[in-house]
């Protein structure tokens, strides 16, 4: 740490307001994991208000431009909450920063004044007077609005100006930061307001969509989060449902955001996902378009069913796979194959069948980087265009200067170049750059699927046939302590390194299934371990699956003989 003894401006009133939103002296340590805090409402208090102190000190580190604070816990239940920092061009914020809020949940409240000045003096090596820009945002919760009291009580103490934009999804709060840090720029990401992002989506929608018409209608469960409020107003910015140019019928279902004790219940992304089902609501008719936002609106999910009730769904990868073969198309009608590389990033949680039918039959490159979509985001904006998806629904599509730069330039030598120019600077418009965003990816999807519409099958019928996915299973699995499982470095978590021995063991068990890949790993959200597995039948899954969990508890079962003599 840097010894040097300039004066600290800010932050004299720090100490009093903590008093306010002081630590309760028993709380376990707090980590700012996978996607900032989250843990019960109740226990957040003083953590949010250090999230305030730290997103001060950020944005007067990056000379005075506008961080972002969301307070969301996504797909949790409602009795929980949870606070995150979004960086100023609206990604997350920077690994090398994780730490500090950490540490800085986790100071005694007396001593939060002395650790808010060690910590600035180790992050701005000299004085620091540039004023600091904070905008915040909440979902439906209930507890939101006592939270946001605690931040902005952090932000006065340390005299930054800030804007509380109210309810929004999370991608809207991502699209106002990256908005407000690039008005001045020779191209501004957006308008800055809520009423931008819709009109910004819209327009790129009716650009994408001229002279086409979606087969049928679809219908959106919001989770009865704000996704559904923020659904219903981009709607009036949408061409008239019977418009023949880009009119789409869209019903809102769990849209209930006054009552918010129903969040989550028995709907949304995470629900239909890790169920794999319908939301409890779904009275879909066969091949009819259905999709699930979680909680916050920046997962999504699609389903529908077949004759006979046969439930079919589409996922993250599925909407990679449906994303990365499209643009791929246009990329080359547009002539622009040679100039722009595509590549798509997974997590090791993708399913095998989709991550082969990207490399042998789309021939695109593959990453896989660890769980969590600053990983996959990282990645996917080494590439001209990079599309990434977490098999759960989050993800988006990002495009580098180049890419945009050649997109501009290009110079269109007939009507179907043209129209593949025309459709890919639409994409460039609509898709969020910041994060994954339901909203802006449930138009990519409709978008694709009404392109490729029109021979008399239904196109979500023919998105799903693509590939067949390897039956799969995720098991949730507790432990004594989740920390004892540590993986290899570079492997992106699938191999473990602790506890000693177990790797070795899980190889001998997926060496006996056709097909089988199955891996373990601490999940950074809860306080247990993942089990993933595939192999070419559900059967065999589910024998796989039930003794890779077996060898986990004779594992813990040891430890604690061992520890116990
Ligand atoms: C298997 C799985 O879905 N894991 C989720 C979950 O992370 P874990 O670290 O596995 O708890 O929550 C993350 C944050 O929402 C999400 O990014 C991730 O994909
Ligand atoms: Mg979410």
């Not at 102190?53 to 307070?71: E, P, Y």
């Not at 004023?131 to 909440?138: D, G, K, L, S, T």
């Not at 679809?218 to 107003?233: E, F, I, Q």
């Not at 192999?535 to 116990?564: F, P, Y």
């Amino acid at each position: 740490m840097s010894e040097s003894h300039f004066t600290v401006q800010y932050g004299d009133d720090i100490a009093g307001a903590a008093k306010q939103h002081a630590r309760p002296e028993k709380s376990k340590p707090f980590a700012y994991g996978t996607a900032g805090f989250r843990m019960n409402a109740d226990l957040l208090d003083s953590v949010t208000f250090t999230v305030g102190i730290l997103a001060a000190l950020r944005s007067r580190k990056l000379q005075g431009k506008t961080i972002g604070v969301m307070i969301t816990a996504s797909h949790n239940p409602a009795r929980d909450n949870g606070v995150k920092i979004v960086d100023p061009y609206g990604d997350m914020l920077e690994q090398s920063w994780e730490k500090h809020a950490t540490e800085l949940a986790n100071t005694p409240t007396g001593e939060i004044k002395q650790a808010y000045e060690r910590l600035a003096r180790e992050v701005f090596k000299s004085e620091n007077r540039e004023e600091a820009h904070v905008i915040i945002a909440r979902d439906t919760r209930p507890s939101g609005k006592g939270l946001v009291k605690a931040l902005t009580d952090a932000l006065e103490a340390m005299g930054a100006k800030y804007i509380d934009y109210g309810v929004l999804t999370t991608p809207i709060l991502h699209y106002l930061t990256r908005a407000t840090n690039t008005q001045n720029d020779s191209h501004p990401y957006g308008e800055i307001s809520e009423e931008g992002y819709y009109k910004k989506l819209a327009a790129g929608w009716k650009t994408a969509m001229q002279y086409k018409k979606p087969e049928g209608s679809l219908t959106v469960d919001c989770a009865n989060g704000v996704g559904a409020d923020a659904l219903k107003k981009f709607l009036k910015y949408m061409p008239a449902e019977d418009d023949e140019s880009g009119g789409i019928k869209i019903n809102v279902v769990n849209g209930r955001t006054d009552d918010p004790s129903v969040l989550n219940e028995k709907a949304g992304a995470d629900y239909v996902k890790t169920g794999q089902r319908a939301p409890e609501s779904f009275d879909g008719k066969p091949f009819e378009r259905w999709c699930s936002y979680d909680g916050d609106a920046d997962r999504i999910i699609y389903y529908f069913t077949e004759t006979g009730n046969v439930f079919r769904m589409l996922d993250g990868d599925r909407i990679a796979t449906l994303a990365a073969s499209f643009i791929g198309n246009i990329v080359e009608k547009a002539g622009l194959a040679d100039k722009i590389q595509i590549a798509v990033v997974q997590t090791a949680y993708a399913n095998g069948a989709s991550t082969k039918y990207i490399e042998e039959r789309l021939k695109l490159k593959v990453e896989c980087t660890p769980t969590g979509v600053k990983h996959l985001h990282h990645v996917a904006s080494r590439y001209d265009i990079g599309v990434y998806f977490e098999a759960n629904g989050h993800g988006t599509v990002l495009f580098s200067q180049n890419a945009l730069r050649q997109i501009r330039k290009a110079d269109p030598q007939s009507p179907a170049q043209l129209e593949a120019l025309t459709t890919l600077q639409a994409l460039t418009e609509f898709i969020n750059q910041t994060v994954g965003d339901a909203l802006s990816d449930m138009l990519l999807v409709e978008v694709i699927l009404a392109h490729q519409s029109g021979d008399g099958e239904h196109s979500i019928a023919k998105w799903f046939t693509t590939y067949t996915d390897l039956p799969n299973r995720l098991l949730r699995v507790e432990v004594a302590d989740k920390n004892s499982f540590t993986t290899v470095p570079d492997t992106a978590e699938r191999k473990l390194q602790t506890p000693e021995g177990m790797q070795g063991k899980l190889d001998e068990l997926v060496a006996k299934y056709t097909s089988g890949r199955c891996f373990v790993r601490a999940s950074g959200t809860e306080n247990a371990v993942r089990v993933y597995g595939e192999a070419a039948s559900k059967h065999e899954v589910d024998n796989l699956l039930q003794s890779v969990e077996v060898m986990i508890e004779r594992g813990e079962a040891a430890n604690k003989v061992a520890q116990s003599s």
